[in-house]
């Protein structure tokens, strides 16, 4: 056998060679576990981080971009293709009404009224003067807000024979000669599509656009006013007239700002609307209130059976027989938002409104000048 120090002698020259196999071993399993475990306890940490930063960046910054690109085509004459009014279609808006309907109606604890909504008034240049109350804690939800009565006297009603129904811009106005109307500039609606079928008139003829006239030698008339956010939401009867006949179409609740109109064809024929049709001093009137995106809610002061945006098919279309007289300058009924009012009447080939296209109008301003109309009551 060696002896002792011949053994250390040699561990020297052993010791490098066996070196890997003299290695201390370590322990495989207990790391391994160690390690699994501590990856399943980070993986809900990494999930939730991951969610917390899509929330709280991606779409803020997705929301930014968005804007900012819808911004630059409204800037420039950007030519929308067919693919994306569809993709913008399927959106579903008439769900997303019904939500912010409900978040709108809550009650606002009093101590943060006058916060939300200085902060509406400063977003969308709400001029709270004209309102009835101009205490903003009074107002116990937006909705209230946002439908908020005007104080007394801070509308003139002009003697005119048809004034305006709203606050509003006017998108398009002018004579409707045939069966296709502008929306806006170059782009048209149909009309028998934006009112349906003609089951108020006593004699059927197969021309549509001549079975709304009660008087052959007349011809109709539009006036498209567009209601913004900030603006007044109730409006009101433009004229003397009666309604005997009430169409509801239950359709989609896009946006209808003068942008949407301009590059969306047919779009007051896609929307939910309420039309309301009867009788004037020249014979046939209309006056339709169209729902728009946040807008699923349109209220009747006298037609307390309307229900809009209602769950069920969007198609469907509801009809009834009524009888209502309204006075000009009377409260018809109130948005829950920024929409579209669209008149739609009979009148003598040389009626013609005061106004163009980009006007501004307030309640009860004249449609057309006194002059105009006083020639026409003299005839």
Not at 38 to 50: I, V, Y
Not at 52 to 72: E, F
Not at 233 to 247: E, K, L
Not at 248 to 257: A, E, I, P
Request: with cysteine.
């Amino acid at each position: 056998m060696f002896p002792p120090t011949r053994i250390r002698s040699c561990l020297p020259v052993i010791s490098p060679m066996f070196k890997q196999r003299l290695r201390p071993h370590r322990p495989f399993r207990q790391t391994s576990t160690l390690h699994q475990n501590q990856t399943k306890a980070a993986l809900p940490r990494n999930k939730w981080m991951n969610l917390r930063a899509i929330i709280t960046r991606w779409v803020p910054l997705g929301s930014v971009m968005y804007v900012g690109w819808c911004y630059i085509r409204a800037s420039i004459d950007y030519e929308i293709s067919k693919i994306e009014i569809r993709f913008y279609e399927m959106f579903p808006f008439r769900v997303t009404s019904r939500i912010w309907g409900k978040i709108a109606a809550c009650e606002l604890p009093t101590s943060i009224r006058s916060y939300v909504y200085g902060t509406y008034i400063r977003l969308f240049n709400v001029n709270l003067n004209d309102a009835a109350v101009t205490d903003l804690s009074y107002y116990k939800s937006l909705s209230a807000f946002f439908t908020r009565p005007l104080r007394e006297g801070a509308r003139y009603i002009s003697p005119a024979l048809c004034v305006s129904p709203c606050d509003g811009v006017v998108l398009n106005c002018g004579p409707a000669d045939t069966d296709k109307i502008e929306q806006v500039k170059g782009v048209t609606y149909s009309l028998e599509e934006f009112i349906g079928d003609n089951k108020w008139a006593e004699k059927k003829e197969p021309n549509y656009y001549n079975s709304l006239l009660k008087n052959k030698d007349n011809i109709l008339h539009q006036c498209i006013i567009y209601l913004a956010p900030g603006d007044y939401h109730r409006f009101h009867s433009p004229c003397d007239w009666i309604a005997t006949f009430r169409r509801h179409f239950s359709g989609k609740l896009l946006s209808v700002n003068p942008w949407m109109a301009r590059i969306i064809p047919g779009l007051f024929t896609m929307n939910e609307r309420a039309v309301y049709i009867g009788e004037w001093k020249h014979g046939f009137f209309s006056m339709t209130a169209v729902g728009a995106t946040n807008v699923g809610s349109i209220e009747i002061y006298k037609d307390p059976d309307l229900r809009t945006n209602t769950k069920g098919n969007r198609h469907r279309i509801d009809e009834s027989e009524t009888h209502i007289s309204f006075k000009k300058g009377e409260l018809f009924g109130q948005f829950n938002m920024g929409s579209t009012i669209i008149l739609l009447f009979e009148a003598p080939k040389d009626f013609e409104f005061d106004l163009c296209s980009g006007d501004r109008v307030l309640v009860g301003q004249a449609l057309t000048t006194m002059k105009k109309q006083e020639k026409q009551q003299s005839r």
